[in-house]
């Protein structure tokens, strides 16, 4: 498999265990855990991609995003964050640092201004540790924006963080009056 095959595949695999397992005829159990086996079955039955499982491996390893996680024996994989399916990923609650970072496009600036931060499609919140990790998220979307999360605050508030086996901070929402846009 290629570096732009891997890469590509790797999109697909994310597709699947973030958003629709059903695209390959599998299913996620509550935990987000998939059949590995199933996986790469269904990969290869839909067609787009020959997918063997030093591919699978090969491709977590090298996500960049660490998007997913084997289980032990590497009989289950899911992605460790970042679902619009029902599934609990068994997040650690974690107090989290005063401050974090959310990038967006500047398309979305009015929107956040007058609702603050909601997941959409999302169960959670994405948010970085640093501005440079947001700028670049943010440049997915256009023109980036950051906006700092007045994380310690809400905290203490009573609001939930929760951090991913990869270092991504999440939350259920951000009220506006915990946000400062900084700009590009």
């Given at each position: 498999?290629?570096?732009?095959e ?7 695999i994310a ?24 996986l ?6 839909s ?12 491709i ?45 496009g ?25 501005i440079l990790?947001?700028k670049?998220?943010?440049?997915r ?7 700092e999360?007045h994380?310690?605050?809400?905290s203490?508030?009573g ?7 990869n ?5 259920k929402a ?11």
């Amino acid at each position: 498999m290629t570096d732009h095959e891997r890469i590509s595949a790797g999109k697909f695999i994310a597709l699947i265990l973030q958003h629709h397992p059903e695209t390959v005829g599998i299913s996620l159990d509550h935990h987000g855990w998939a059949d590995v086996s199933a996986l790469i079955d269904g990969i290869n039955h839909s067609g787009k991609y020959h997918l063997t499982m030093d591919d699978l491996e090969e491709i977590v390893r090298r996500d960049n995003k660490q998007r997913y996680a084997f289980n032990e024996d590497r009989t289950k994989i899911r992605a460790n964050q970042g679902h619009s399916v029902p599934v609990d990923v068994e997040l650690e609650t974690r107090t989290p640092p005063e401050i974090l970072y959310h990038g967006t496009g500047e398309k979305y600036v009015a929107s956040i201004d007058e609702m603050g931060l909601v997941p959409k499609s999302r169960l959670y919140v994405h948010l970085s540790q640093d501005i440079l990790t947001a700028k670049k998220v943010g440049s997915r979307h256009g023109k980036p924006i950051v906006y700092e999360v007045h994380a310690g605050q809400m905290s203490r508030d009573g609001y939930e963080y929760f951090i991913s086996v990869n270092g991504v901070w999440l939350t259920k929402a951000v009220p506006v009056k915990y946000l400062t846009r900084l700009g590009a």
